[in-house]
């Protein structure tokens, strides 16, 4: 990638320095090829909501679930969120697909209501410049009006990079979405490089741990931290969520340490809609 070819590039001459322009210019290509077939993705419907399921630690109840985007492109196949979000997030193109996501969400949670499956709240990633769109609040509202949702079934993941940036409104927004019924998580926490200061000022109902300190849990120094981040939560009546838990031995600490919720390959990948509703089938005992 070109952060290689750059650092390739500083240690020898002139020819590396040449690599380096290519993967630029090929780094720029995929990118313009992105934004072009991101155009047709959604018209074309290659996109799909992925489900994967969040459990109740003490209970082993699966209690919700996050919608993950999958974009099937028909030659290239499948295209990680990771490769496409963030160039839809700096175009704009986020604010269309992002709102095609709640849709498709409370369109699956009307039609899991008709099956007779236990309604399960929903949590959806909501990138910074959706959230800062000035219809963000309308456009939810329209589409739990259409589809007879629920607003508190439906959970907002923003991260911190939202919560840093416009303090006055987005605190109105979120006092906006919480009046709704609308819940709220920080996601990734503990990766942004804000103060702890906006936990205090804004409605926030849930903290997922960053799966990068899952991971490291069996550090001693992380260890100390996940514990910190646990009971931060809980002094602030929040829900606690660890994310990307793989292992037993990670779920043991998370346990042991009064986290609330985990989310992660140990429980399930994420799975496309039919498999999410047998998995809760199962769960359920139906
Ligand atoms: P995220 O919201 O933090 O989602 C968690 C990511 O971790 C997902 O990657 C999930 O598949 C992955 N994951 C879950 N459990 C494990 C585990 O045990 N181990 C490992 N290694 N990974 C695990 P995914 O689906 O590739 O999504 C990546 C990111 O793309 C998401 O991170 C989110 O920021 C963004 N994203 C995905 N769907 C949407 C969407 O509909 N809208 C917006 N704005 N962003 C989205
Ligand atoms: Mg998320
Ligand atoms: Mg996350
Ligand atoms: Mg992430």
Known sequence: NAETAMYVAKDSGRNTVRFY???MESNI???MWIEEELDYALKEQQFRVFYQPKMHI???HITSAEALLRWFHPVRGLISPGEFIPIAEQTGQIVAIGEW?????CEHLTRSTELGLPLLPIAVNVSPKQFQHP???YKLRQIFEETGVDPSFVEVEITETTLMDNTEETLNKLLLLKQIGVRIAIDDFGMGYSSLGYLKRFPVNALKIDQSFIREVHDESTAAIVTVMIALGHQLQMHVIAEGVE???QLDFLRQHGCDEI???LLSKPMPLNEFRDFVRKNYGL
């Open 21 to 23: 322009a290519q993967v």
């Open 29 to 31: 290509q995929e990118r």
């Open 58 to 60: 003490a209970t082993g």
């Open 101 to 105: 996501v709640v849709k498709k969400v």
């Open 135 to 137: 219809q963000f609040i």
């Open 247 to 249: 292992t037993e031995a």
């Open 263 to 265: 989310q992660g390959y």
